[in-house]
């Protein structure tokens, strides 16, 4: 239950950073050479292909129950046990993997968004655009990050959707931030300029140079902020605000072992590894994004 | 932390019906009468669940540490309704009579004896002499004055004490020792009422000093006294050495055993768990039943099962809404439903199957009720092809194109029983979704009647406690089946007055056979607290009412 | 710089109204009952919930309730909590210490931890030493907190028997709920120190330090620390905040009383004078915490200065 540093540090301003300066095929051969990014992309491909297989087929009904087998060592018949129910532990995981995958995109494309719908408007046009804007933020900051989710969620009441919802509200302010801070940054540029010069639309300068020049910093935070918002997502559940039984989802899932966890250490040890695993991939390809795409962050942590 | 292993259940007990003849707490287990009509509606008499006191001195000094799954919310006995609240005031606190746990009958407390007049209006009772509260206040008739007239003082607001004061009009104090309490109406249960902890009687010395927070800073008789309460973290009595007017049914006289006992609220199951078996604890409360086999098999603990009285744990069918608007879909939950299937997958096997209204160690049960639905999936399915569910293409059945979906709303802790009741009518055609909440949130749904399914136990020594389900005036409160029945309206008024046992018995058996025929609530299982004590803990026995254990009589190896 | 911190404060007033106003009325919202918050578990007759609902005032409009609460918080005094019957305030107090102490002894763990870590691996980059501690690091923020303390218990307490599982008394009962909260924090100290001091020694006058001959330990410790520490403190501050909300969680997990759990209870209990407390309180320490990262950089770097 912690927001990821990474997810405030904002980029120095200033600074260009046009993609235009890495053909596409050099990129892709420093990417492979990256370690970090290439062996967060393989685990995280790897996951989303598992998460792809578990919502079409499963070693068993994720939600069937087998009281006669309830408690199973992890074994042959059951690869990682079965649940207090029977259920098999393998397959709920596989299962509801897609669903941890989901609250990290659902909630990082909210706050993406809004981010940039908020964020370009305040850098671009500062004045009382931009003072509302980050009054409003600065409202929303004076929470921990996690509170903040935590407190949308009671009101929303708990479900899985709830959860994307209050996650990525909560995380809205570090985009626009970011986003915003990126435009101030570019705004005085002598080719922004002489766009506007040339009687260009802001909408346009927006779209055409604005936008492709803050996405690599914003590819950086999203990757990171989806680890962040996976396990952020987790603990809600954890916590009993999330998805609903039977769901498979895996904070969830924890939750529910938690009251069982004396009766077999398998019940709590893999739903946190499967989070953790998720959440590593991401960090790990994040971290390799960003020194790749954006030399200006390399030294943030 | 969402997890609230509290049971929401009702401590209230009132058990017995006085005569309006004078008579002192007649006992209605003693003279329990034959049936009125047909010899199987007999009302039953409750087996005493608790043995009686182990004879044998126990060996004074020592502590120990009692877990709970949660805090109290105060210590005064007017200003809570928990039964946390009252395991620990059953220590700081005297009543001024108590009932004895195998006979049932009341014995003398605070009041050596006590009577009535023949109208049942005023009661008069003889005080015990040289009694003092732990703050040196003596206990005197005037106590007894000023606790009963606080209670039923509206800025009191109190919860619970107050509704067993309902018919309580004030307190005349004859002498020292004399008080007559005058009651507006005719009260049945008002014996049984004083007998409880909630009119224990406080300090009325301490009440003034600590006004607002003496909730927090508790002074009673009682063989324990109040020393420290650490908020979210434990609640510390030590022994009153004064002490020697406890209930004469007690193991021993004079002051309690134990030196001192720490009380803590841990509302995790898991947490309370890994305390008790790592030796923290000697005395844990609702052991989650997936580990009370465990617990027992390793033949290291006393486990134990203490039954309490009252209405099993159920299911209320919301009546107002479809699909349970038809009483065919009701019936085929009560045939399609397996007790002990769903017993063995959510509470592993632990709990015997209940399937009437009144439990059967309950006063007034009725076997006339036992059996009226026994599990058949044939029938189930027969009803509800009746009612015009017909098997869908994906195998919930289907009525008008709508699906047959209900909402199981419940307390996160009862979500094993959801999960179970969900696998089990997944079989029927019928979808249950889980709605597993927090108590706020489900009891409010519940009042409102938003969702299908709700359960609820009812923790209570007198049948007649279930009309706080079933009766019409609950509309909004614990009615959930929302039942609007006006006969079984009557006949849950005319016991609650009936002073003839038989005929109260005969109207309790009308109510639950009613109740049984509308097929308005399942009922699942016997409901019963489960203790773990260390086996250093010596003569453990519980209060066979509210499953209390009365640790006066606990001493340790 | 007084008038910065005065500034700085009074801008804080109508961000902590706006939190009251938001969190109050939302709340209401919520479809649950505040009466279980007086009745606990009890089943109680539809008449008696109605007549404590009214003694309570539970039934007045709720701009009524809002408006009675900012009349007694302007005279300091937040109410009294319905569930535990006595003054929010002392409610929160009693819960304090206990956050306090498992925040701190995770904030020291933190440091102690996060710096050395961050040090050793920038001292020799890219050597096994720095892939090992950034490895660690990086289970830090990969891995859920809340998993992280089960692990522990299944360890340290199940299996071994080492460590008490629940309570607050004793620094026994902290070390765990500590460690495993600490960790997050610690493994973001560690590589923002890590990549902060990684940049400042290859900074000119680091150079030039060690041109002069200047021994590499003296360099990093006597020069490039001081320097690499200050996006350092940005962060200690930020983690502060997340070390409290992190409470919530750790202290659920190892059932420790504090004020995370305080509001989790208050919030399900619908118990709103004491929400409204807590939530004020914690977002006015969040607030003066980040005023004290603010005017800490001035103590570290001379170069910023307040106007």
Known sequence: ?301 | MYKRSSSNLITRRRFIKIGGTGAVAVLAVACAPAAPAAPTAAPAAPKPTTAPAASGAGKPGGQIRYAMNNEPDSLDPAKTAQASAFNVMMNLYDTLIWQDPVDLKYKAGLAESWESSPDGLTHTFKLRKGVKFHDGTPFNAEAVKANFDRIVDPATKSPQAASKLAAYQSTTVVDELTAKITLKTQFAAFYDALSQTWLAIASPTAQKKFGDDYGRNPVGTGPMMFKEWVAKDRIVVVKNPDYNWGPPFWNHTGPAYLDQITFVGISENGARLTAFESGELQVMETVPEGDFDRLKKSGKYQMVVARTPGSPMTIFMNTEKAPFNDINVRKAIMHGLSRPDLINAAFFGLYTPADTPIADNTLYHTKKAVGMYPYDMEKAKKFLEDAGWKAGPDGVRVKNGEKLVVDFVDLTTYEPKVVATQALLKPLGITVNVKALDQATRVAMGHKGDGHMFSTALLDSDPGAIQLVYHSRNLGGFDWSRIKDAELDKLLDDQAKEPDTAKRAALLEQAVMKIMENAWSFPIYNFARLFGVSPKVKNFRTHPIGSYPYLYEVSLE | MGTYILKRLLAAIPILIGISALVFFSLKLVPGDPLSAITGDAVIGKEEADRLREQYGLNDPLHVQYLRFVGRAIQGDLGRSLQFKRPVIDEIGAQLPATLQLTAAAMVIALTVGLSLGILAAIRPHSLLDALTMSVAMAGVSFPSFWVGLMLLLIFSLALGWLPATGTEGIERLIMPAATLGFGAAAIIARLTRSSLLEVLQQQFIVTARAKGLSFVKVVFRHALRNALIPVVTIVGLQFGNLLAGAVVIETVFSRQGIGRLLVTAILGRDFPLVQGVILFVASVYVIVNLLVDLSYALIDPRIRYA
């Open chain 1, 1 to 301: 239950m912690r927001e990821r540093a990474v997810a405030l540090a904002l980029p120095r301003t200033g600074a260009d950073r046009a993609l235009a300066a890495h053909p596409a095929s050099a990129l892709l051969r420093r990417f492979i050479r990256n370690r970090s990014a290439f062996a967060g992309s393989v685990l995280f491909g790897l996951i989303v292909l598992l998460a792809l297989i578990g919502t079409r087929a499963t070693p068993y009904d994720p939600v069937q129950m087998d009281i006669e087998n309830r408690l199973a060592e992890p074994g042959l018949d059951h690869l990682l046990g079965s649940d207090h129910y029977g259920r098999d532990i393998f397959s709920r995981l596989l299962a509801g993997a897609h669903l941890s995958l989901l609250i990290g995109l659902v909630s990082v494309s909210l706050a993406v968004s809004s981010g940039l719908l908020l964020g370009l408007p305040a850098g671009y046009f500062g004045g009382w655009v931009d003072m509302l804007v980050m009054r409003a933020m600065d409202l929303m900051l004076s929470f921990p990050s996690v509170l903040l989710a935590l407190g949308i969620v009671a009101i929303a009441g708990p479900s899985l959707f709830n959860v994307m919802l209050a996650v990525g509200i909560a995380s809205v302010p570090s985009y626009t931030r970011l986003v915003r801070a990126s435009v101030l940054g570019i705004r005085g540029l002598p080719y922004i300029e002489a766009a506007r010069a040339l009687g260009s639309a802001p909408l346009r300068i927006i779209t055409q140079h604005v936008i492709p020049n803050i996405l690599a910093p914003l590819i950086v935070l999203a990757t990171l902020g989806t680890a962040g918002a996976i396990l952020t997502g987790a603990a809600l559940s954890f916590l009993g605000l999330g998805s609903q039984p039977p769901v498979p989802e895996w904070g969830a899932m924890l939750s529910e072992a938690r009251n069982y966890m004396r009766l077999g250490w398998w019940l709590t040890v893999f739903p946190g590894l499967a989070i953790a695993i998720t959440v590593l991939s991401l960090n790990q390809l994040g971290d390799g994004l960003r020194d790749l795409l954006d030399p200006y962050m390399r030294n943030s942590p």
